[in-house]
């Protein structure tokens, strides 16, 4: 069939747009999308977030060191005068013999004055602190930064599988878009020759006006409805490139089925052993854990060693006397708290609880969700099989239609209705078969089998272009 000059250059119009991009299969396009994506970098970036502050929380171990400096002014220097003392301060002069009393009276009173420090005081100083128990809050705090790691991971994981079906519904979605709008091209192409044969034939008085009238209003009709197809494509195109970060991709891999569906036993195993959302679940899980042994541990003791070596100090007797280093054992037992240590540990228990109920539910929505993918693939397959009967069967009355029509033995409404049963029957069929593509891309997704999915369409792509180059 010759396409008419309308349809031959709109669908040279949708074809424009992919014949200059470059032609990616689905494997190509999957790699490409795991490198480019914004949205799974953002992720990654999360993961090596966590994997910092794991490597951080390694530190808590190691004691911690500082160095101290200060300058003070004292409102006076620090001095003692002997005559504080006993048994100066206790003597009376008047007791004393003359001789004695008099030989006291003429020594300056500044000999009896000791200055232990200046009135400015700079000093300089390592500090050292090294808990050796925490009653576990170190250990519990360690566990729950490996645990945000390999939340972080999983969560990693559900955003690449989010995205491998998102670029299964576009990329198909483009193949799809395309064929209706090349189905519907075609249907215009055979109303313009169905048209124009009308009106022929109503010049020769061989059919009446509202036969040819029925010819142009089904013309009409279909093209609106190619022009749709057309924009609709257009668009698919358009969501994939930018999916891509791409101008314009053109799609090589097309729709495939199964030549017998999967095990639903298998696929439900593998979604229960290594689901992400199960393993993060778990990971919140550890992480609740450690939050109840956190403020457990508040009621323990803290034990820590402690030690000072000071590294610049005046010349004063005070400095003289002190010693220039220090070790000691500390430990620090909590009485009294205003933190509310009993509510915040029913509190962690809750979490822990919430964390395990949460999971519960999700085997249960992931149990839901790979049945209702499951049946509806089988119900695509079912489509798809049965409309291939009606696809032949309208195939079959087109062909007799325009034979009739060409002899007058069949009206032009007869000739339209066939045209438009047998674009509506492939329509359904290219539409089972987008949906049966979805369904399969969602148990792979589901169940951790993307290289399975990826696998089928590399051998689809392989087998059509072997088959184009023997043609």
Do not use: C
């Amino acid at each position: 069939m010759k396409l008419s000059r309308l349809a031959l250059m709109s669908l040279l119009t949708i074809g424009s747009f992919t014949a200059q991009a470059a032609s990616l299969g689905f494997e190509q396009a999957w790699k490409q999308l795991l490198t480019v994506s914004d949205k799974l970098q953002a992720s990654a970036q999360e993961v090596h977030r966590a994997e910092a502050e794991h490597e951080a929380g390694k530190d808590l171990n190691l004691p911690s060191i500082s160095l101290n400096g200060s300058y003070t002014r004292l409102e006076k220097p620090l001095e003692m005068d002997l005559r504080d003392l006993n048994p100066l301060a206790s003597m009376d002069p008047s007791t004393l013999p003359p001789a004695l009393g008099g030989a006291l009276a003429t020594i300056p009173s500044s000999m009896f004055i000791t200055p232990f420090t200046e009135q400015d005081i700079f000093r300089s100083s390592l500090q050292a602190m090294w808990p050796i128990y925490t009653g576990g809050k170190i250990t519990a705090a360690q566990a729950i930064h490996a645990a945000e790691v390999a939340e972080k991971e999983q969560q990693f994981q559900l955003t690449t599988r989010d995205l491998f079906v998102q670029l299964v519904d576009r990329y198909y979605g483009v193949a799809v878009s395309q064929s209706l709008a090349q189905t519907r091209g075609q249907l215009v192409t055979s109303l313009e020759e169905h048209a124009e044969h009308a009106k022929k034939l109503e010049e020769q008085g061989q059919i009446a006006k509202v036969e040819r009238l029925n010819a142009q209003v089904a013309l009409e009709n279909a093209k609106i409805n190619f022009a749709s197809a057309k924009r609709q494509a257009e668009m698919a195109e358009i969501a994939l490139a930018r999916m891509l970060h791409e101008r314009e991709v053109a799609t090589r891999s097309q729709l495939f089925m199964l030549p017998q569906a999967p095990s639903l036993p298998h696929l439900s195993q593998l979604t229960m052993a290594q689901h992400p959302a199960l393993k993060l679940l778990e990971a919140k899980e550890e992480q609740a854990q450690g939050l109840v042994a956190i403020e457990q541990g508040k009621y323990h003791p803290t034990v820590f060693l402690y030690g000072n070596y000071t590294l610049y100090e005046d010349d004063s007797l005070f400095a003289k006397m002190e010693p220039d280093w220090m070790l000691g054992v500390g430990v620090k037992v909590p009485l009294l708290s205003r933190d509310g240590r009993s509510g915040k540990v029913k509190a962690a228990k809750s979490a822990l609880l919430q964390a395990r109920y949460t999971k519960a539910q999700t085997q249960q929505d992931l149990s839901l969700l790979l049945d209702q993918s499951y049946r509806q693939l089988l119900q695509a397959q079912e489509e798809v099989k049965s409309l291939e009967l009606s696809l032949a069967l309208a195939k079959e009355n087109k062909r007799l239609r325009d034979l009739a029509f060409r002899q007058g033995l069949s009206t032009s409404i007869e000739k339209v209705d066939a045209e438009l049963k047998l674009t509506a029957v492939d329509t359904q069929q290219l539409g089972a078969k987008y949906r049966y593509i979805q369904a399969y891309a969602r148990l792979m997704a589901v169940s951790g089998q993307l290289d399975e999915f990826l696998g089928r369409s590399s051998t689809q792509a392989r087998a059509m272009e072997e088959s184009n180059n023997a043609g």
